[in-house]
């Protein structure tokens, strides 16, 4: 490699970093951001990427007893990169070192490559042992998630330490993939990296990305066959293609335009209907109510951080309290569409207590609702999911030994 040269997928997983702790970007809006570079370097610069998100707090802690002083933070980017090859992700040493080297020079920092040459030699000769001498759930989880998560902090933070499977609602009939693993409450699981596109029945319409515990709101709501239902946030449509499946004369309504429109492209491949209808949920109003309604609010996200790696380093308490308000807001216009003696699923994708059942308790004193409780024979497998309230909390520390899932709190209102 020349002096001055940069490995493609080295300098892309810089740039991903840059742009998550440096200008506070979604993962996944900085990889769309990349420059045109091979599929095949793209997908590894998201996973070196992705693994220094996921284990920043360890990798920053090794790197420390090796460093005299705070280096600017490229070459603090520089080094987690070669770090996070070397006890993470098993490159050899000389490449993890000669390309961060590499890469400091093509960025303009070739005086600190002698740093960068030193401190990620220190690393490889250390081996996977610094790695194994650390507590890695508390040390990659920021104090205040650790504390809001309570007693299910440490079995949460440690499944974030490992790459989320794939999860997949399938129609009704359709073939198993190969190599799925059917689970209790219905969605099929293949390995973390399973590229969807290549599988059995993809091209075919008959299956979805949908992680196992995003395919339990719309179950709550029942038969639904025949039923007018409103999706409200329903972008990207995974729970729209679920309730259209069943049966269900659904009305999806989203904000965003954009993201609306793939939802329609999901529905095509799938063969599926909806109507769909690009508006604010909460100046929006139907010509009439609806017997059955699922919202998905947004939220903080905070249960899909194995999936989405960033949010630990994106969020802060502050985003919590302004998800709630909106979801207060957002219930208050569910409960303004909903026809008497019909059912509203709330449900968010996310670990935080105030965005759960904080808004579902404000909301049955507010709006003159009351729970449905969910029995736990309703969820075969997740019954410990059930709260003593009859809502349903999930978080990936459950089902740790099939490989978790996302986290989501759910609850049945009717009125």
Known sequence: MSKTAADPTRDAAFSLLSAVLDRHAPLDAALAALPNIAPRDRAAAHRIAASVLRRLGCLDAILETHLRRAPPAPVRHILRIGAAQLVLLGAPAHAAVSTAVGLAHARGLGKFAGLINAVLRKVSAEGAAALEALDPARLDTPPWLWTSWGAAARAIATAHQAEAPLDLTLKEDAAMPEGGER?????????????????????????????????????????????????????????????????AAVTALDRDARRLGRLRENLGRLGLAAETIAADALTWRPAEPFEAILLDAPCSATGTIRRHPEIVHLRRPRDIEACAALQDRLLDAAAAMLAPGGTLVYAVCSLQPEEGASRIEAAVTRLGLRRVPVSPAELPGLEAAVTADGDVATHPGMWASQGGMDGFFMARLRR
């Open 183 to 247: 689970l209790p409450t219905g969605s099929v699981r293949l390995p973390a990296g399973t590229d969807v596109t290549q599988l059995y029945g993809y091209a075919a319409g008959t299956l979805w990305v949908q992680d196992a515990a995003a395919a339990l709101p719309a179950r709550l709501l029942g038969d639904v066959a025949g039923r007018r239902v409103l999706d409200l946030c329903a972008a990207p449509g995974g729970k729209t293609a679920q309730l259209a499946a069943a049966g």
